[in-house]
């Protein structure tokens, strides 16, 4: 499957497929995808898990990553679970097909309503609530008292560990509003009262996104399953959380999510850790969002006009940081390749949008072929954090999605 970007006959191939031919009637910009890119990365981490005989292991997709109908029935039809964090995300994980009993409810801001509703779905509700506050804990177990049904808990560890990330998508720190430091969760443990209207099933932990090497990982889930041997009573499920991040600076094509370099860093904590405790939980919980849909969808824009002032070449194209606010929101850098290679000098220009806005940009000095008004120019890597944080800004319509 990989790598997924080469050159034909001078025109770009996206996962094997000719996009001169696919994009011949396309009004941009638009988002397009390739399910085969999915399926393939959801069995490279479990083939890498089982390797290391992690096999009691649930995959819960992070639907904030992207939430199209036709990805969540994919996810579905590979037996995945949702990490949803918003009660909206949890209808369309349910509308998929998604069995509420592999639906992790997290985030510090669920409302009694989401709650309630998360808790009335099946026999049991759903598998566990990702709880980050001790108000929400109450409010769960004056739920579980007024509908007579137990809540199910996993209190999710704030570690106090610095990830190797952009900060504004590091969550495993004293100073984020994530999670509940050591202390809270043994004040939380000693409040008998609020328990005999809950279940405490598992324990979770999350440091952050796009993690690509995960020593800081490690020292999560070693504080994580310490915790969980200190406990009187087995646990369900331990979740490690997610975070696994992927190459979005091409090195010749290469562009495979680090799922080797993951699951060697996990399969150390299970043998060192886990194994002398005598693994005291049934299953293996993993919120992979980003790493299993970002490699699979393009966004494909068109250029407008070519712009020479002061020095600068600006590439003026039809989408804009509404269209993919990466760019703008974390400096974040995407490969780009126009859809014909052209002959001729390379030279450094910007690829900018056209809102009013200086933060429009999808890259700046970024060394390109030859470009020419009217061209394709394909942005990669962008499966994930792409439509689903698009907007409407500037009135401008929302990106469409195709499936290739």
Same mark, same amino acid.
């Given at each position: 499957?990989?790598?997924?970007?080469?050159?034909?006959?001078?025109?770009?191939?996206?996962?094997?497929?000719?996009?001169?031919?696919?994009?011949?009637?396309?009004?941009?910009?638009?988002?397009?995808?390739?399910?085969?890119?999915?399926?393939?990365?959801?069995?490279?981490?479990?083939?890498?898990?089982?390797?290391?005989?992690?096999?009691?292991?649930?995959?819960?997709?992070?639907?904030?990553?992207?939430?199209?109908?036709?990805?969540?029935?994919?996810?579905?039809?590979?037996?995945?679970?949702?990490?949803?964090?918003?009660?909206?995300?949890?209808?369309?994980?349910?509308?998929?097909?998604?069995?509420?009993?592999?639906?992790?409810?997290?985030?510090?801001?669920?409302?009694?309503?989401?709650?309630?509703?998360?808790?009335?779905?099946?026999?049991?509700?759903?598998?566990?609530?990702?709880?980050?506050?001790?108000?929400?804990?109450?409010?769960?177990?004056?739920?579980?008292?007024?509908?007579?049904?137990?809540?199910?808990?996993?209190?999710?560890?704030?570690?106090?560990?610095?990830?190797?990330?952009?900060?504004?998508?590091?969550?495993?720190?004293?100073?984020?509003?994530?999670?509940?430091?050591?202390?809270?969760?043994?004040?939380?443990?000693?409040?008998?009262?609020?328990?005999?209207?809950?279940?405490?099933?598992?324990?979770?932990?999350?440091?952050?996104?796009?993690?690509?090497?995960?020593?800081?990982?490690?020292?999560?889930?070693?504080?994580?399953?310490?915790?969980?041997?200190?406990?009187?009573?087995?646990?369900?499920?331990?979740?490690?959380?997610?975070?696994?991040?992927?190459?979005?600076?091409?090195?010749?094509?290469?562009?495979?999510?680090? #799922?080797?370099?993951?699951? %060697? /860093?996990? =399969?150390?904590?299970? +043998?060192?850790?886990?194994?002398?405790?005598? !693994? &005291?939980?049934?299953?293996?919980?993993?919120?992979?969002?980003?790493?299993?849909?970002?490699?699979?969808?393009?966004?494909?824009?068109?250029?407008?006009?070519?712009?020479?002032?002061?020095?600068?070449?600006?590439?003026?194209?039809?989408?804009?940081?509404?269209?993919?606010?990466?760019?703008?929101?974390?400096?974040?850098?995407?490969?780009?390749?126009?859809?014909?290679?052209?002959?001729?000098?390379?030279?450094?220009?910007?690829?900018?949008?056209?809102?009013?806005?200086?933060?429009?940009?999808?890259?700046?000095?970024?060394?390109?072929?030859?470009?020419?008004?009217?061209? #394709?120019?394909?942005?990669? %890597? /962008?499966? =994930?954090?792409?439509? +689903?944080?698009?907007?409407?800004?500037?009135? !401008? &319509?929302?990106?469409?999605?195709?499936?290739?």
């Amino acid at each position: 499957m990989y790598p997924l970007y080469q050159y034909k006959s001078g025109f770009l191939y996206f996962a094997g497929h000719n996009l001169a031919k696919c994009l011949s009637d396309l009004i941009t910009p638009s988002y397009a995808y390739d399910l085969n890119v999915l399926k393939y990365n959801i069995t490279e981490l479990e083939e890498r898990l089982q390797s290391h005989q992690i096999n009691n292991s649930l995959l819960c997709y992070a639907l904030k990553a992207n939430s199209h109908p036709k990805i969540l029935k994919t996810i579905k039809s590979y037996n995945l679970g949702a990490d949803v964090v918003s009660g909206g995300e949890l209808k369309l994980a349910i509308k998929a097909g998604i069995s509420p009993e592999k639906i992790i409810f997290a985030g510090v801001g669920k409302t009694q309503e989401e709650m309630e509703y998360a808790l009335m779905l099946g026999r049991n509700g759903i598998l566990a609530f990702n709880v980050e506050s001790d108000d929400e804990l109450a409010c769960l177990s004056a739920l579980g008292k007024c509908h007579l049904r137990k809540p199910r808990v996993s209190l999710r560890l704030n570690p106090q560990v610095k990830a190797k990330t952009h900060r504004h998508i590091s969550t495993g720190n004293s100073i984020h509003k994530f999670g509940l430091s050591l202390l809270d969760i043994q004040t939380m443990l000693e409040q008998k009262t609020r328990w005999k209207h809950l279940s405490l099933v598992g324990l979770s932990t999350h440091i952050g996104s796009q993690l690509t090497e995960f020593k800081a990982s490690q020292k999560a889930w070693s504080a994580l399953t310490t915790l969980a041997g200190s406990l009187p009573h087995p646990l369900e499920f331990l979740d490690f959380g997610g975070g696994i991040g992927i190459h979005y600076q091409h090195q010749g094509f290469q562009t495979a999510p680090p #799922f080797a370099q993951f699951s %060697d /860093a996990l =399969a150390h904590i299970h +043998s060192k850790l886990l194994d002398p405790l005598q !693994r &005291p939980f049934h299953t293996t919980i993993l919120e992979p969002g980003r790493s299993l849909i970002g490699p699979a969808g393009i966004l494909i824009v068109k250029v407008i006009r070519i712009k020479e002032s002061a020095g600068k070449t600006f590439v003026i194209v039809d989408g804009g940081m509404n269209d993919l606010l990466r760019p703008a929101l974390y400096d974040a850098y995407h490969e780009i390749y126009p859809l014909k290679l052209r002959s001729g000098a390379k030279k450094l220009v910007d690829i900018v949008g056209p809102l009013c806005e200086t933060s429009d940009a999808f890259a700046r000095e970024r060394e390109l072929p030859p470009i020419h008004p009217g061209d #394709f120019l394909i942005i990669a %890597d /962008a499966g =994930a954090y792409g439509k +689903s944080m698009a907007s409407t800004y500037n009135s !401008r &319509p929302l990106t469409r999605e195709i499936f290739l």
